[in-house]
C-alpha cells in the first residue's frame, strides 16, 4: 500500500509542523482512519503538540523514541519490533482515538552525526524503509514531519516515503526552499525518490495583495502541483498547537474557516492519495495492541 507522506521544505517557519498536526487529527477525527505521524525532527515539536510535556520527556528518558529505534537498529545491528515504540493515546482531541505517534527527541542530530561518522548513510536508508514497510501495512496513512534543511536522515525518508509534501508560506523566501528542494530532488534519480503529491500555502494572509501575487504565482507553475485550499494565518490555527491536559471536541478545536479550511485540504489531500494509489478498498489491520500508552 503507498501511504507514506514525507511533509517537508528545506525552508524553516511555514508551519509544518501544526499541518501534520491538523492532518493528522482530522484524517482520525473526521474521516475515522488510522494515522501514524512519525516525529523525525529533532525539536520534537509535533509530539509536543500530540502530548503533555511530561509524557513526552517520561518517553525520551525510557529511551522510547525514534533516536533509540534508530540507534539500536542502525548503530548496534540489534532486531527490534518497531511497535514497542509507537504511542497510542495521542492528541488531546477526544474523537481522534485512531492518532498514534513515533515520538522524537533533541539527540536525533546526534544519531545522524554518528551514522555519518561510521558511514552507516546505506544502513540507515535500509532501517528506514524497513520501517516504512511494517507501518504501511498496519495504518491507513502515515504521515513523516521531517525537519527544515536535507538532513542524512530526512533524505532517507524523501527516498523511501510514498510521496511529498511541500508546506510554504506565500513569500520569496518560502518559495526559494522550494526550489533548493525541487534542484536537490532531480540529483540522482537512479536512487529514487518519494512522488510529489503537491504544494500546500500555509499561513496565508488573508488581506495581503502580496500573499496573494506568490499564491497565484506558485498556482501558475504545474510542477508544483498547489493544493486549490490554502490554510490562512489565524490564531486558532496557533492556538491548536498547544496541547491541553482537557480533552476537547474536533470542532472546538478547529473552529470556524480555519476548521473549514483544514477540512478541505484534507479531503484534497486524501483524493489525491486515493488517485495516485487506485483507491484501495482494503481495510488495514488494527494498530499494534502492545503499543506503549501515552499518559497525555
Not at 522510547?64 to 534508530?70: E, G, S
Not at 532501517?127 to 501495512?137: D, K
Request: glycine share 6%.
Amino acid at each position: 500500500m503507498r501511504n507514506s507522506i514525507a511533509v517537508m521544505n528545506t525552508k524553516g517557519g511555514v508551519g509544518k509542523s501544526t499541518l501534520v498536526l491538523a492532518l493528522a487529527e482530522t484524517i482520525s477525527a473526521y474521516h475515522g482512519k488510522n494515522v501514524l505521524v512519525i516525529d523525525s525532527d529533532a525539536q520534537a515539536s509535533v509530539s509536543s503538540m500530540l502530548m503533555s510535556v511530561s509524557s513526552l520527556y517520561k518517553l525520551q528518558s525510557d529511551g522510547a523514541t525514534i533516536v533509540d529505534y534508530l540507534h539500536a537498529r542502525v548503530l548496534k545491528g540489534q532486531v527490534i519490533d518497531w511497535p514497542k515504540y509507537i504511542v497510542r493515546n495521542v492528541s488531546d482531541v477526544d474523537d481522534a482515538r485512531s492518532l498514534f505517534l513515533l515520538p522524537s527527541d533533541m539527540q536525533l542530530t546526534l544519531l545522524e552525526r554518528e551514522v555519518s561518522k561510521e558511514n552507516l548513510h546505506g544502513r540507515l536508508r535500509e532501517v528506514i524503509g524497513e520501517l516504512l514497510n511494517g507501518v504501511r501495512r498496519v495504518f491507513d496513512i502515515v504521515l513523516i514531519d521531517c525537519p527544515p534543511g536535507l538532513s542524512v536522515l530526512t533524505e532517507c525518508w524523501l527516498r523511501e516515503a510514498d510521496f511529498h509534501v511541500s508546506p510554504t508560506k506565500a513569500d520569496y523566501v518560502s518559495v526559494c526552499g522550494l526550489e533548493v528542494f525541487r534542484r536537490f530532488k532531480a540529483l540522482n534519480p537512479e536512487m529514487g525518490f518519494a512522488e510529489n503529491l503537491g504544494v500546500i500555502v500555509n499561513l496565508k494572509e488573508a488581506t495581503s495583495p502580496s500573499d496573494e501575487e506568490y499564491h497565484r504565482w506558485l498556482e501558475s507553475n504545474p510542477d508544483n502541483a498547489c493544493f486549490t485550499q490554502a490554510i490562512p494565518r489565524m490564531s486558532a490555527l496557533q492556538d491548536a498547537a498547544n496541547f491541553q491536559s482537557y480533552e476537547r471536541s474536533y470542532f472546538a478545536k478547529y473552529p470556524g474557516q480555519v476548521g473549514s479550511a483544514v477540512r478541505a485540504l484534507t479531503e484534497e489531500v486524501l483524493a489525491r492519495l486515493a488517485q495516485r494509489t487506485g483507491a484501495a478498498s482494503e481495510t488495514p489491520p488494527p494498530p499494534p495492541q502492545h503499543a506503549s500508552v501515552a499518559n497525555a
